[in-house]
């Protein structure tokens, strides 16, 4: 079960890329929350905190409890987290979705492949990690930081279907018929050939004339 972190945040009343750059560069980070029929709410969250709670969770379905400025905590899910594409570490944006204990929710969570499977221990089969996460719908209470798939008796061919898969207390969405790992032959392996070896040239094939050319060429 994912067991809530705490964020501590604060409202924002500035907008804009340019006062985005100046929070980042005061150690903060923008951030929004909306859901549960509420008016989306601009907030400013510590960059250090956030980052923390990020290696903490390990999981963006995780459960977090948001406190905005004093106020009561209130339960969120970090719905996206947007970063740097030069530089992944530094965060620019996060999105946290309010939630309530006895609504179901829809989030999309991990899926952790456990066990070696009999093909790749046994017949040096290779494992296809197919479908990473999984979409459930469940009540917050009941929401997993993961999904665990035992492979252990897996062969050469065989696969893991969605509709193989139970989640306590949730609904999988996605498609039943969809393989989430499969355990795939060994590839063949190609010889290089040694380097500065040269190449075997065959012998010429020795083409016998007829006796009776033979002949005719003596004369």
Known sequence: ????????????????????????????????????????????????????????????AAMVDVTIDGRAPVKALIREIQRNPVRPSDLLHLDLYEVRADEKITVEVPVHLTGVPDGVRNSGGVLDHLIHKLTIKVFP???????????????????????NVVVPNAEVQNEPSQAICTVVPPRAEVVAPTPGAEPAISEPELIRKPKAEEAAAEE
């Open 141 to 163: 209470g009941d929401l997993p930081d993961r999904i665990e798939v035992d492979v252990t008796s897996l062969g050469i061919g065989q696969q893991v279907y969605v509709r």
């Open 1 to 60: 079960m994912a067991q809530a972190a705490k964020l501590t945040a604060a409202p924002r009343s500035t907008k804009g890329k340019g006062a985005a750059r100046s929070m980042r560069r005061a150690g903060l980070i923008p951030a929004v929350i909306y859901g549960h029929n509420r008016e989306a709410e601009s907030l400013q969250v510590d960059a250090v905190q956030v980052s923390r709670l990020l290696q903490a969770i390990g999981s963006a």
